[in-house]
């Protein structure tokens, strides 16, 4: 038996490889699928099932790529129907992987198809649960992001989940493995570990939602408490895996267009094309195109492509390290954004060596701004972390303008007085700078390091807070 979970840290997504005998099953795989094909001809085995957990709403799976390529049958539990060729499987049903067995575990509740893979070894004995997004570590899937489709409530699907987990989940042994889809910073849940494999017995100690005295009205109060607005873009990856997706092939065929400086501006005006700068942040301060977005590739890119930009049907042209560019339009497609349209040739170097109009961002140190604030300089400070980590600590007297939430902020911010921005690491606030030069407010300056270096600079303070005292 060889179980192999292939983690994607910018997705926060676990997939998995399981082969027996050679043959092989993949699970919630990504989109580009030449990875576990070569992992199959490298043991000399044959791919023969494709498992889907449920429908994803936070990446777009390599499912049908992966079909279309071994003719490995697609396989889904109760409630998916899909509008392509795939197999329906019933709750309890069992699929033969070599000497293996998998048995199909009917778990609803995240969403009405999400189903739960148990494996069974050679001997029968339950070795390993695959639990898509129903179990994580630390936390279970969020529950309000099939209201729409199902006509259900989040209260409803939460009372749904605790029954899955409590007559499907929590009777099976202590020492079972669990192999969950995502791990701590994924939206798809709350409260997830930073492991990414454990032990169910472990998880029935520590994870709140499995405490065995809760009651289905606790459980639905604590699951529901504390969730944060979907990314926008959910359910359009949900939309793609259950309707269909280009080949990616055809998606980076596109996307790797070279364009001269003329021809990418032309392309830019023409199009309404989001001009989509991948570069370090301190690159894109220095120098990037007027009316371009900083999403660096080195950060949370993926999702904050798709929290922010939203729209997966968005024209993209890209700005970024020729070594990188077909990786962006590949992490880009990760998340249904299919739609790049070209690269800069030559990068930003070529913009500025044709002459061409650029803007800065202006950028100081930490330690530049202990001394302003020394200096007696009432500047006002605006910080993009998420709520819990403003709540946990911040500056005295700052203003809080999520970056998730950027847009509903806009009116807040001075349109002729200078202000300062950061983040927790000066990742998250050059975003911001970028989206904010965007909208004609140019009167920033962002703060290197953020938070971390504020706080190693000795400034002062909010005392800190425990996030988990908040709730």
């Known amino acids: 038996m060889k179980i192999e979970q292939i983690y994607t840290g910018c997705l926060s997504q676990g997939a998995y490889y399981i082969e027996s005998q050679g043959e092989v099953a993949i699970i919630d795989p990504l989109r580009e699928v030449q990875p576990y094909i070569d992992k199959a001809e490298a043991s000399g085995a044959k791919i023969k099932y494709i498992f889907e957990t449920h429908f994803h709403a936070d990446f777009v799976s390599g499912h049908l790529t992966l079909s279309e390529i071994t003719g490995a049958p697609i396989i889904f539990g109760p409630n998916a129907n899909p509008d392509f060729e795939s197999t329906t499987a019933t709750d309890g049903q069992e699929f033969k992987l070599g000497a293996l067995t998998f048995v199909v575990l009917h778990t609803p509740g995240h969403t009405m198809e999400s189903t739960t893979y148990l494996l069974r070894d050679k001997n029968g004995k339950d070795h390993a649960l695959f639990t898509g997004d129903t179990l994580f570590l630390g936390d279970v899937g969020r529950p309000d992001l099939a209201q729409k489709a199902a006509d259900m409530t989040q209260e409803d699907l939460a009372g749904i989940l605790y029954d899955s987990l409590r007559t499907k989940i929590m009777p099976l042994a202590d020492d079972i493995t669990v192999y969950p889809a995502h791990g701590a910073g994924s939206a798809c849940g709350k409260n997830m570990m930073k492991e990414t494999v454990d032990t169910l017995g472990n998880q029935k100690e520590m994870n709140y939602a499995l405490r065995s005295d809760m009651t289905k009205e606790e459980f639905v109060e604590e699951v529901t408490d504390g969730l944060l607005p979907p990314p926008a873009y959910f359910p359009m990856n949900v939309k793609m895996n259950k309707e269909g997706y280009k080949n990616i092939e055809e998606v980076l065929e596109r996307g790797n267009s070279a364009l001269n400086p003329t021809a990418f501006e032309a392309a830019a005006n023409e199009t309404g094309a989001v001009i989509l700068d991948v570069r370090k942040a301190q690159d894109f301060a220095k120098g990037h195109i007027p009316g371009s977005i900083f999403i660096g590739i080195d950060g949370g890119f993926a999702p904050w492509v798709g929290d922010l930009i939203k729209d997966v049907e968005q024209p993209i042209l890209l700005i970024a390290d020729h070594d990188r560019i077909e990786e962006t339009i590949t992490r880009l497609s990760r998340v249904g954004f299919d739609h790049t349209l070209g690269y800069l040739e030559g990068g930003f170097e070529a913009w500025k060596k044709a002459s061409k109009e650029y803007d800065t961002v202006t950028s100081i140190s930490a330690q530049d701004f202990k001394k302003a604030q020394e200096d007696g300089k009432d500047i006002p400070v605006f ?89």
């Open 383 to 471: 910080d993009v972390r998420k709520p819990g980590e403003f709540e946990a600590e911040h500056l005295p007297n700052v203003h809080h303008t999520s970056l998730s939430d950027l847009n509903d902020h806009m009116a807040e911010y001075p349109e002729k007085e200078t202000f300062y921005v950061h983040c927790a690491g000066g990742y998250r606030s050059m975003i911001a700078s970028s989206i904010l030069k965007n909208r004609g407010i140019h009167n920033l300056i962002d703060i290197q390091g953020g938070f971390k270096a504020i706080k190693e600079a000795g400034i002062e303070t909010t005392n800190y807070v425990c996030p988990s005292t908040l709730k």
